[in-house]
């Protein structure tokens, strides 16, 4: 997040710098917001529908209130724009309403999905919540003792059997065995690769058919830059995307595929994951972004 941070920090002393916001002032203030958004890979038609609206809303405003100069007013735009853009003003509701809650994870293969599900699995049950966590990943090797041992970590129930051979006769049997040991939250980790994309996202879909899940969380690496609104927008052709986990951003200066992901697809940031360990878990909160983001 790094350069995003630094380039909208020394905008906003841009802004707070000049004497007077001139039309001239504005056009060259949202030439460099521009430049700032792009290079952290926020989607190009979306950074211009941004500084549009600044600019136009800008120069709409009449009358300010009291006390508030047009300094002032074009900093507020801008934290505005840039949180709405996220979700708007209120952390994402986290909570688990129905039970048992169906959860399912989809992402590419490294995007962390198989992490994130331990840490959301320890995440919730730390709020007191009985979790269970099955793997139908049955290409990447590794992955069924991956989740088996953060389950033991973490203390949530476990369910896995490679012998039944495909992704979705695992999912049904672990929903019915999580279902029948009260599971109040039952989190499915899908596979990231096939031997095609459209293979992996065929099972995708007939596991979410078989499953009916509450909620379909994507899980996008922030590093991947601009490749993260590609995948987003191909899981969201094939199931409907829910929500989105952003993981990674501990480990780059970009944060704007964060930004188009969950443009794409409409669905909600709900936690980001800031670090390899279990524990490295925070639910989204816009505001707070883009507060760090303006500094
Ligand atoms: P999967 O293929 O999607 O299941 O991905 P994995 O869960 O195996 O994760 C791939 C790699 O990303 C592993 O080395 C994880 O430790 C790492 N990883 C996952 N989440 C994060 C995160 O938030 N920050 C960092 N730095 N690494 C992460």
């Given at each position: 997040m790094r350069d995003l941070m630094d380039a909208i920090g020394s905008i906003i002393s841009r802004i707070r710098g000049s004497t007077l916001i001139d039309e001239e002032t504005l056009r060259s203030i949202l030439r460099d917001l521009q430049r700032a958004l792009i290079r952290a890979d926020v989607d190009v038609k979306l950074v211009y529908e941004l500084t549009k609206s600044i600019e136009e809303e800008f120069k709409e405003a009449k009358e300010l209130p009291p006390g508030l100069t047009a300094k002032d007013y074009l900093v507020y735009l801008l934290y505005r724009k840039l949180t709405d853009l996220l979700g708007g003003d209120k952390e994402p509701d986290v909570e688990v309403k129905t039970k048992p809650y169906i959860l399912m994870l989809v992402g590419t293969e490294g995007s962390g999905k198989t992490t994130t599900a331990g840490k959301l699995a320890n995440f919730y049950i730390k709020r007191g919540l009985k979790v269970g966590l099955i793997e139908?990943?049955?290409?990447?090797?590794g992955a069924f003792d991956q989740l088996r041992q953060l389950a033991e970590r973490v203390k949530a129930m476990f369910f896995g059997d490679p012998s039944l051979g495909n992704a979705v006769n695992i999912a049904k049997a672990g929903l019915s065995r999580m279902i029948s040991s009260k599971a109040d939250l039952i989190i499915i980790d899908t596979a990231?690769?096939?031997?095609?994309e459209e293979e992996l996202l065929s099972e995708v879909k007939e596991i979410y058919e078989a499953v009916k899940p509450n909620e379909v969380m994507l899980v996008v690496d922030a590093t991947n830059g601009k490749q993260v609104g590609a995948q987003a927008e191909a899981f969201s052709k094939y199931v409907p995307v829910n929500s989105i986990f952003i993981t990674k951003l501990d480990s780059t200066a970009k944060g704007g595929g964060a930004l188009v992901s969950a443009v794409k697809t409409g669905?909600?940031?709900k936690f980001i994951g800031n670090g390899e360990d279990i524990e490295d878990i925070e639910v989204f909160n816009p505001r707070r972004f883009v507060a760090r983001l303006m500094g």
């Open positions: 139908t990943d049955t290409i990447r090797p990231g690769r096939h031997r095609n669905a909600r940031i």
